[in-house]
């Protein structure tokens, strides 16, 4: 089954204790991206990558690294969290082959993090 | 601050009706425009997408409406059913790598 899996799906955790959430695709997508979504201001691009040791910064990259060393896995790490980074995180992937113009990402389930 | 901006926040519909969504947006670099749905605990999925060359795009129940003069796109669920209650967004790309959503809209079709 094609998939989009992330982990964990919810994590509380303190205030500057490093931590990693991981995202893998089983669709040999070259795309993958991060978004944090959030009450009133709907889905915010983080990072994506358009292939293997490729990262770009989306709308709100403050206080996060990636790092896209194979093309399934796509890890966001939070390396000092804060409360304002409480969000409703969601990895998406697509493939780059698809008409330029349509591209349907995939997204996972979501990972709920809170940081107190 | 936001690059689309999407309205209604919340809508309700009687089952049948058309509900209708409607976005804005300020960049005309965007080239391309999908519309997502998202279900409670799910993450969202494509629905629906329009390049700004097309004025209208239909599939099956859904249409989107885009008018680039304007710099508005709307989603148009005609005879719309209990099923179709979910959250609804918007969104806008550059070259389809660089996202930016709507607010989204919760849509209540009541039986």
């Known amino acids: 089954e094609a998939q989009v899996t992330q982990n964990p799906r919810y994590l509380i955790t303190v205030t500057g204790k490093k931590l990693t959430v991981t995202c893998s695709q089983n669709m040999n997508h070259e795309y993958m991206s991060w978004y944090r979504q959030d009450p009133g201001l709907g889905l915010r691009q983080i990072y994506y990558?358009?292939?293997?040791?490729?990262?770009d910064k989306g709308d709100v990259p403050e206080g996060y690294k990636v790092s896209r060393k194979e093309k399934r896995n796509f890890p966001l790490i939070l390396e000092s969290p804060s409360p304002n980074q409480t969000s409703l995180y969601f990895c998406a992937s697509a493939s780059l082959k698809w008409d330029r113009g349509y591209q349907p990402q995939h997204f996972g389930d979501g990972t709920r993090l809170s940081i107190l | 601050q936001q690059q689309v901006k999407q309205s209604p926040q919340s809508l309700i519909v009687q089952k049948g009706g058309i509900s209708i969504i409607n976005c804005a947006y300020e960049?005309?670099?965007?080239?391309?425009f999908p519309w997502y749905q998202q279900f409670p605990g799910k993450g969202p999925a494509l629905l629906i997408a329009i390049r700004p060359d097309v004025s209208e795009k239909k599939e099956g129940r859904f249409t989107i409406s885009f008018n680039k003069s304007a710099k508005q796109f709307s989603l148009h669920i005609m005879d719309s059913q209990p099923g179709d209650s979910a959250t609804y967004f918007c969104a806008a790309s550059i070259v389809s790598n660089q996202f930016y959503f709507g607010t989204g809209t919760s849509l209540t079709v009541i039986p």
């Open positions: 960049n005309t670099a965007f080239d391309y």
């Open positions: 990558s358009m292939n293997v040791e490729v990262t």
